[in-house]
């Protein structure tokens, strides 16, 4: 747990004060849960303090930008498949232009997001300075596409799409949710914009 100061204390979970409460999401393939802490005794960590923090940030928002590309390949891939499945007057969708051009454009949108992923998570390894800038980009970048990429994906489906049967809505609801997460695309590049100094701290 980090303190106001920023600085991270280690609590015990049996310890009397605390309360774990679980949190109803839209994203039922994980569990999300607020930690209420009521005079605890904690354990100050050594040499912890606001830059620790920054660091932990850092790292969720690019683990969640990785999970978004996860997310957002799956459903691509499974889009595909079933472009190239249903048939409709007499062919696969997957040969009608406009379903070829929701495929292409969502491809062209995610690939390049593996780049801007793979240096976040490089720069967080071997160059710390630059690590919090490419946090907020990868996440606030992969936000806006996965949301691209969950709408799309699910439109090729058509109305299966929205069906527990195409399962597309748990991928759907897991974009949603990371987008979210550590802070929202508007407010994460908001912040990337006061780390370069173009709006005041």
Known sequence: MADQTGRQH???????????IALP???RTRSVGELRLSGVAAEPLPGSGPETTRRIVDAGRIMLAADTLGA??????QAVAYAGQRVQFGRPIGSFQAVKHMCAEMAAALEPCRSLVWYAAHAFDHMPDEAPLMACHAKSHLSEVGRLVARTS???HGGMGFTDLAGLHFWFKRI???RQLLGGPETVRNEAARLQGWIAA
Request: glycine share 12%; aromatic share 0%; charged share 15%.
């Open 72 to 77: 957002g390949a799956a459903m691509i891939e």
């Open 176 to 178: 949603g949710l990371d």
């Open 10 to 20: 280690l609590v015990a979970a049996n310890a009397v004060g605390v309360q774990l």
């Open 25 to 27: 999401t839209i994203d």
């Open 154 to 156: 699910t439109e090729v």
